[in-house]
């Protein structure tokens, strides 16, 4: 009986494992463009989605991140609570272009804020801006309508 209790509890150990790994990956992906480089990006659309972001993810592919779209133009600070992984955000305006670039700390509750309203947020790997020469003015193109 503890062997076959032990490979249940087992099973569902894996199984919800394979579950949350799953739910990481549900949400839809875009394909975005800033200087010629390709960024494939899951689309956070919804407050659920805006809140859970990139919270309890240890690694992103190459070229991958998170867009958070918003409605309508917002100000909306951003902060790391549970996120392991160190990111870099992009505060986007309505027309596209990048206001603002900050890195993040993982586990900081500090917040991250842009300099006025915005549309989109992305999420990327720390350092993944700077490493392309990325900075504020810059042209985010593919973004989807909000």
């Not at 790391?80 to 870099?88: A, I, Q, R, V």
């Not at 309505?94 to 509750?109: Q, S």
Request: charged share 10%; with cysteine.
């Amino acid at each position: 009986m503890t062997v076959f209790r032990s490979l249940f509890y087992g099973m569902v150990l894996m199984l919800a494992g394979h579950a949350a790994g799953q739910a990481q990956s549900l949400l839809p992906t875009t394909e975005l463009t800033i200087n010629n480089i390709t960024i494939q990006a899951e689309l956070a659309t919804t407050s659920a989605a805006h809140q859970q972001g990139l919270m309890h993810r240890t690694s992103l592919p190459q070229n991958h991140g998170m867009l958070f779209v918003f409605q309508t133009p917002v100000f909306q600070c951003f902060w790391m609570k549970n996120t392991p992984l160190p990111l870099s955000i992009a505060f986007i305006d309505a027309g596209g272009t990048i206001t603002r670039i900050a890195d993040m700390t993982p586990h900081d509750e500090a917040a991250h804020c842009p300099p006025g309203d915005i549309v989109y947020a992305l999420e990327m790997e720390q350092g993944w801006f700077r490493h392309y020469n990325i900075q504020a003015g810059a042209s985010v193109n593919g973004l989807p309508a909000n």
